[in-house]
T-cell receptor, first 112, second 114 residues
Framework: AQSVTQPDIHITVSEGASLELRCNYS??????LFWYVQSPGQGLQLLLK??????LVQGIKGFEAEFKRSQSSFNLRKPSVHWSDAAEYFC??????????FGAGTILRVKS | NAGVTQTPKFQVLKTGQSMTLQCAQD?????MYWYRQDPGMGLRLIYY???????DKGEVPNGYNVSRLNKREFSLRLESAAPSQTSVYFC?????????????FGSGTQLSVL
């Protein structure tokens, strides 16, 4: 069965610092991987996705993620965090029937 | 263009009461989903509808029923609410349901069962 692990429940970074959110997945075949962001009181918004090809994918709002098959990871990165990036971030893997399996989420806090 | 609209945004129920969460999308999407979000557990799929007239169970279907009324609307019903169903519920839709497509989410329904 597919599963997604986000090891960090909370992360706090200073504004302007770099960010890396970790995601590890378990999936038997080639994975379809996603990062979604949820601002307080809002639904989820897609940041980026990986299907195949270049293992470094660019998303919206300056985010990128790198797929590493050998490590079963799909970590999200941003070179310089802005206060508006404070939100909860979810990694997800595409399961059969297009049912996404989500990780538990990582809450990002940004210090000014 | 409203996207995915959920009603109500907030609801408080007593144990044993019933209610229906409504979801409608105006993007002509074929597939629709109901997720619940609980702290530390991410989003878990309750039911989904790959196309009009079909529904299937997801990861946590017990205690829920769904109806795909037409292509636009996908409702979630709690027949006899339990405190364990206190959660935030999200409806989502996708154009065709082909893997890798972007899910469009509603803004959520916060449900408390006392």
């Amino acid at each position: 069965a597919q599963s997604v692990t986000q090891p960090d429940i909370h992360i706090t970074v200073s504004e302007g610092a770099s960010l890396e959110l970790r995601c590890n997945y378990s999936y038997g075949a080639t994975p379809y991987l996603f990062w979604y962001v949820q601002s307080p009181g809002q639904g989820l918004q897609l940041l980026l996705k990986y299907f195949s090809g270049d293992t470094l994918v660019q998303g919206i709002k300056g985010f990128e993620a790198e797929f590493k098959r050998s490590q079963s990871s799909f970590n999200l990165r941003k070179p310089s965090v802005h206060w508006s990036d404070a939100a909860e971030y979810f990694c997800a893997v595409g399961a059969g029937g297009n049912k996404l399996v989500f990780g538990a989420g990582t809450i990002l806090r940004v210090k000014s | 263009n409203a996207g995915v609209t959920q009603t109500p945004k907030f609801q408080v129920l007593k144990t044993g009461q019933s209610m229906t969460l409504q979801c409608a999308q105006d993007m002509n999407h074929n597939s629709m989903y109901w997720y619940r979000q609980d702290p530390g557990m991410g989003l878990r799929l309750i039911y989904y509808s790959a196309s009009e007239g079909t529904t299937d169970k997801g990861e946590v279907p017990n205690g829920y029923n769904v109806s795909r009324l037409n292509k636009r609307e996908f409702s979630l019903r709690l027949e006899s609410a339990a405190p364990s169903q206190t959660s935030v519920y999200f409806c989502a839709s996708i154009i065709t349901g082909a893997i890798g497509e972007k899910l469009f989410f509603g803004s959520g329904t916060q449900l408390s069962v006392l």
